[in-house]
């Protein structure tokens, strides 16, 4: 078997066959961020799976286009937005802003398209109307409208695909307005909630009547609009099953009579410290709680990265100074290679590349993965420790590497020798900053910028980074 996942739909480990078999290009749709907060620990470990995966299928030579959405309106948002007295674009705006900010420190890359929920309500609102049209929605009493789990299933349609479901325990005409639910609440669920007075200016005008959308369909409209009705993969945590992935196939198959999703891929919960994190527990981490206590984007990644996403992972601080030295090794081992010179434009056939292919295409065994890599680091230190490295050799080792981290990002930044031109502009930089020339500065970071390079600025001083 070639590059396979287990599918949740299926629940077993399948051949990955994208819909489109004449050409290489994939779908894949993400849960994106509900940006009401700054994301935590085990939300960035779905969101790293999510980067894996990309990353991967674009190593195996698939044209990717990764959609993640921004969940910018649902009940949450709302109650804050309620709570902090700020308008609805500025209070998201800024966790919007924090989630790419993070995204980048943990090396991902970012999607080709990042869908904000409030930017497709006129896709929200003709989705709606199809499922009233095929008569799987209804408007209620409330003013809102809801869909009919009894009229989906009588068209000869299955609810509980991802998630068994006892359909004993649901009552008809019970209705479940919240966008949270568990499955002993099964219901009818809102596609479109009626303006409550707590909404405050959160509305939009529809057929039914003022009101805002309801978060499940955000997910099937966005995602359907950008890949299509029916795509190959959708990936988010195991958490989202029930309900909301249960939903986003229900509105979807219900409004287009088409499979809507090929490969349905979850990623498994995360605890801190051994325990369901919480903020009473003190081991609830953002990124951002994580870079406070001095550990880097990139050791955490490392940590996310390195047990398998179907396994409950334990993550702790001891694991981020277990993954500090494991990068320590790594970065001895290639730094000793760039002594050498670059890497050559391409790799060779080699055993490691072939035993991390054949790990990761087992439905990405990661831990095969880093054994192939810490044995190859152990060979590569072994052969630069007896001189036997030829520069054309390490140029080639090199390469080889940075095949493997197209993949894992883990790599560390190259210091890239700049033009003179370059470096010269860095200085003019420094002497605004100096003289408190703010906006000069930003001019020249701009200039930079459209000349492909980016100042990072650390405690050793401003480092110049090829973009
Ligand atoms: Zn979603």
Same mark, same amino acid.
């Given at each position: 078997?070639?590059?396979?996942?287990?599918?949740?739909?299926?629940?077993?480990?399948?051949?990955?066959?994208?819909?489109?078999?004449?050409?290489?290009?994939?779908?894949?749709?993400?849960?994106?961020?509900?940006?009401?907060?700054?994301?935590?620990?085990?939300?960035?470990?779905?969101?790293?799976?999510?980067?894996?995966?990309?990353?991967?299928?674009?190593?195996?030579?698939?044209?990717?286009?990764?959609?993640?959405?921004?969940?910018?309106?649902?009940?949450?948002?709302?109650?804050?937005?309620?709570?902090?007295?700020?308008?609805?674009?500025?209070?998201?705006?800024?966790?919007?802003? &924090?989630?790419?900010?993070?995204?980048?420190?943990?090396?991902?890359?970012?999607?080709?398209?990042?869908?904000?929920?409030?930017?497709?309500?006129?896709?929200?609102?003709?989705?709606?109307?199809?499922?009233?049209?095929?008569?799987?929605?209804?408007?209620?009493?409330?003013?809102?409208?809801?869909?009919?789990?009894?009229?989906?299933?009588?068209?000869?349609c299955l609810y509980g695909q991802l998630q068994k479901l006892n359909f004993d325990e649901m009552r008809v005409g019970e209705r479940v307005a919240s966008d949270e639910y568990e499955k002993e609440s099964l219901a009818d669920f809102a596609l479109w909630k009626a303006y409550v007075p707590d909404d405050g200016e959160v509305t939009w005008d529809s057929p039914w009547g003022k009101g805002r959308p309801g978060w499940h369909i955000e997910c099937s409209a966005m995602s359907m609009k950008v890949l299509g009705e029916s795509f190959d993969l959708h990936l988010g945590g195991e958490d989202?099953?029930?309900?909301?992935?249960?939903?986003?196939?229900?509105?979807?198959?219900?409004?287009?009579?088409?499979?809507?999703?090929?490969?349905?891929?979850?990623?498994?919960?995360?605890?801190?410290?051994?325990?369901?994190?919480?903020?009473?527990?003190?081991?609830?981490?953002?990124?951002?709680?994580?870079?406070?206590?001095?550990?880097?984007?990139?050791?955490?990644?490392?940590?996310?990265?390195?047990?398998?996403?179907?396994?409950?992972?334990?993550?702790?601080?001891?694991?981020?100074?277990?993954?500090?030295?494991?990068?320590?090794?790594?970065?001895?081992?290639?730094?000793?290679?760039?002594?050498?010179?670059?890497?050559?434009?391409?790799?060779?056939?080699?055993?490691?590349?072939?035993?991390?292919?054949?790990?990761?295409?087992?439905?990405?065994?990661?831990?095969?993965?880093? &054994?192939?890599?810490?044995?190859?680091?152990?060979?590569?230190?072994?052969?630069?420790?007896?001189?036997?490295?030829?520069? &054309?050799?390490?140029?080639?080792?090199? &390469?080889?590497?940075?095949?493997?981290?197209?993949?894992?990002?883990?790599?560390?930044?190259?210091?890239?020798?700049?033009?003179?031109?370059?470096?010269?502009?860095?200085?003019?930089?420094?002497?605004?900053?100096?003289?408190?020339?703010?906006?000069?500065?930003?001019?020249?970071?701009?200039?930079?910028?459209?000349?492909?390079?980016?100042?990072?600025?650390?405690?050793?001083?401003?480092?110049?980074?090829?973009?």
């Amino acid at each position: 078997m070639g590059l396979s996942f287990f599918n949740t739909l299926s629940r077993s480990v399948q051949e990955f066959k994208p819909l489109d078999a004449s050409s290489k290009k994939v779908g894949m749709y993400c849960c994106g961020p509900t940006v009401y907060d700054f994301a935590h620990i085990g939300n960035w470990r779905t969101f790293v799976f999510g980067d894996l995966v990309r990353r991967y299928l674009t190593f195996r030579g698939y044209d990717v286009n990764h959609v993640m959405n921004i969940t910018d309106v649902e009940d949450k948002i709302i109650r804050r937005v309620r709570e902090t007295k700020t308008t609805l674009r500025e209070f998201t705006g800024q966790y919007e802003t &924090a989630f790419f900010d993070d995204m980048k420190a943990l090396g991902c890359h970012l999607p080709n398209v990042t869908p904000r929920a409030t930017e497709y309500i006129a896709d929200i609102i003709t989705l709606i109307e199809k499922l009233i049209a095929r008569g799987i929605a209804y408007k209620a009493n409330d003013g809102s409208v809801y869909f009919s789990i009894e009229k989906y299933r009588g068209c000869g349609c299955l609810y509980g695909q991802l998630q068994k479901l006892n359909f004993d325990e649901m009552r008809v005409g019970e209705r479940v307005a919240s966008d949270e639910y568990e499955k002993e609440s099964l219901a009818d669920f809102a596609l479109w909630k009626a303006y409550v007075p707590d909404d405050g200016e959160v509305t939009w005008d529809s057929p039914w009547g003022k009101g805002r959308p309801g978060w499940h369909i955000e997910c099937s409209a966005m995602s359907m609009k950008v890949l299509g009705e029916s795509f190959d993969l959708h990936l988010g945590g195991e958490d989202l099953k029930f309900p909301h992935h249960e939903d986003e196939i229900a509105q979807s198959e219900g409004a287009t009579g088409k499979p809507f999703v090929k490969y349905w891929l979850h990623g498994a919960f995360l605890l801190v410290e051994g325990k369901k994190m919480s903020k009473s527990l003190g081991n609830f981490f953002t990124l951002r709680d994580l870079l406070a206590k001095g550990f880097t984007g990139r050791e955490v990644r490392y940590l996310l990265l390195s047990a398998h996403y179907r396994g409950t992972f334990n993550f702790t601080l001891d694991g981020l100074t277990g993954a500090r030295t494991a990068l320590a090794r790594i970065d001895e081992c290639v730094g000793k290679l760039r002594a050498f010179g670059p890497a050559a434009a391409t790799a060779p056939q080699s055993e490691v590349v072939t035993r991390f292919t054949t790990a990761l295409d087992d439905d990405l065994n990661i831990s095969a993965a880093w &054994a192939a890599i810490f044995d190859w680091v152990t060979e590569t230190n072994k052969r630069l420790a007896d001189g036997s490295f030829t520069v &054309a050799a390490a140029a080639t080792t090199l &390469a080889i590497w940075e095949q493997i981290n197209s993949v894992l990002g883990i790599g560390a930044a190259t210091e890239t020798e700049a033009p003179a031109e370059i470096v010269a502009l860095l200085e003019a930089r420094q002497a605004a900053r100096k003289a408190k020339d703010f906006k000069r500065s930003d001019e020249i970071r701009d200039e930079l910028k459209a000349k492909g390079w980016v100042v990072e600025d650390s405690p050793k001083g401003p480092k110049l980074k090829k973009l």
